[in-house]
C-alpha cells in the first residue's frame, strides 16, 4: 500500500474556503454603486443685524386753565345760554319751515301762531337769562364783549316777536321773513360774542 505523502491531506480546504469568501466579499462590493460623497464646503452662518431706533414719543402738554369760582360761574351760565338758544333757534325755523310748506304739512294758521308764541316766550326767557350775569371785573376786554353778548340777545328777542308780528300781518309773509332772517342774524351774533368771552376768559396769562 502506496504511503499518502501528505499526512495531513484536509488542511488545504479551509484556506481555499476562506480565499474563496475574499474573493466573493471582493467581486460583491465591487457591484456596488459608489456612494455619493458629502459637500464638504463649509457653511456659512449669516447673521442679521437689525439696527433698532431709539423712538422717542413727544409727550403731549396739556394747559390746563383753573379759573376763580366766579369767572368759572360767569362763562357756564353764558355757554347753558347758547346751548338754550340752539333749542330756541330750532324750534323758530321748524315752525316757519313747516308754515311755508303747509301745502305739504297741512299746519293750520292757528297751529302755527300758537307755535310762534311758544318761541317768542322762550327767546324772552333766554334774554333774560343772560340779564342776569355780570362779568368780573378786573379782564381787559370782558366788559366790551359781554355788552355785545347782551345786546344780540335782546335783538334775538325782540326779532323773534317780529317773527311773530309778520305772521299776523296782512301781506304775503315779507315781514316774516326779513325778521327771521334778523332773528338768524342776532343768534350767530351772540354765539360770536360767548366763543369771544371764552377766549378772553381761558387765554393763558404771562408771567
Same mark, same amino acid.
Given at each position: 500500500?502506496?504511503?499518502?505523502?501528505?499526512?495531513?491531506?484536509?488542511?488545504?480546504?479551509?484556506?481555499?474556503?476562506?480565499?474563496?469568501?475574499?474573493?466573493?466579499?471582493?467581486?460583491?462590493?465591487?457591484?456596488?454603486?459608489?456612494?455619493?460623497?458629502?459637500?464638504?464646503?463649509?457653511?456659512?452662518?449669516?447673521?442679521?443685524?437689525?439696527?433698532?431706533?431709539?423712538?422717542?414719543?413727544?409727550?403731549?402738554?396739556?394747559?390746563?386753565?383753573?379759573?376763580?369760582?366766579?369767572?368759572?360761574?360767569?362763562?357756564?351760565?353764558?355757554?347753558?345760554?347758547?346751548?338754550?338758544?340752539?333749542?330756541?333757534?330750532?324750534?323758530?325755523?321748524?315752525?316757519?319751515?313747516?308754515?311755508?310748506?303747509?301745502?305739504?304739512?297741512?299746519?293750520?294758521?292757528?297751529?302755527?301762531?300758537?307755535?310762534?308764541?311758544?318761541?317768542?316766550?322762550?327767546?324772552?326767557?333766554?334774554?333774560?337769562?343772560?340779564?342776569?350775569?355780570?362779568?368780573?371785573?378786573?379782564? =381787559?376786554? #370782558? @366788559? /366790551?364783549?359781554?355788552? !355785545? $353778548?347782551?345786546?344780540?340777545?335782546? %335783538? &334775538?328777542? *325782540?326779532?323773534?316777536?317780529?317773527?311773530?308780528?309778520?305772521?299776523?300781518?296782512?301781506?304775503?309773509?315779507?315781514?316774516?321773513? =326779513?325778521? #327771521? @332772517? /334778523?332773528?338768524?342774524? !342776532? $343768534?350767530?351774533?351772540?354765539?360770536? %360774542? &360767548?366763543? *369771544?368771552?371764552?377766549?378772553?376768559?381761558?387765554?393763558?396769562?404771562?408771567?
Amino acid at each position: 500500500m502506496a504511503r499518502n505523502p501528505d499526512p495531513k491531506p484536509g488542511r488545504w480546504i479551509l484556506p481555499l474556503v476562506i480565499l474563496g469568501m475574499v474573493f466573493f466579499t471582493w467581486a460583491f462590493v465591487q457591484q456596488l454603486e459608489p456612494p455619493e460623497l458629502l459637500d464638504d464646503t463649509p457653511v456659512s452662518s449669516t447673521t442679521s443685524t437689525v439696527a433698532t431706533t431709539p423712538t422717542t414719543l413727544a409727550q403731549e402738554t396739556t394747559t390746563t386753565t383753573l379759573l376763580p369760582p366766579d369767572l368759572n360761574t360767569y362763562l357756564d351760565n353764558l355757554l347753558g345760554d347758547k346751548d338754550a338758544l340752539a333749542d330756541v333757534v330750532t324750534q323758530m325755523n321748524a315752525v316757519n319751515s313747516d308754515w311755508d310748506d303747509r301745502a305739504e304739512t297741512g299746519v293750520s294758521y292757528s297751529q302755527t301762531e300758537e307755535d310762534l308764541i311758544a318761541v317768542s316766550e322762550s327767546a324772552v326767557v333766554f334774554s333774560d337769562a343772560v340779564e342776569l350775569h355780570i362779568p368780573p371785573a378786573g379782564i =381787559a376786554g #370782558l @366788559v /366790551d364783549a359781554h355788552t !355785545a $353778548a347782551l345786546d344780540a340777545a335782546r %335783538a &334775538v328777542a *325782540s326779532a323773534a316777536d317780529s317773527v311773530l308780528e309778520g305772521l299776523r300781518a296782512p301781506d304775503t309773509g315779507q315781514l316774516r321773513q =326779513a325778521a #327771521l @332772517v /334778523d332773528f338768524r342774524a !342776532a $343768534a350767530e351774533q351772540f354765539n360770536l %360774542a &360767548v366763543d *369771544s368771552i371764552n377766549s378772553i376768559i381761558t387765554a393763558p396769562t404771562g408771567g
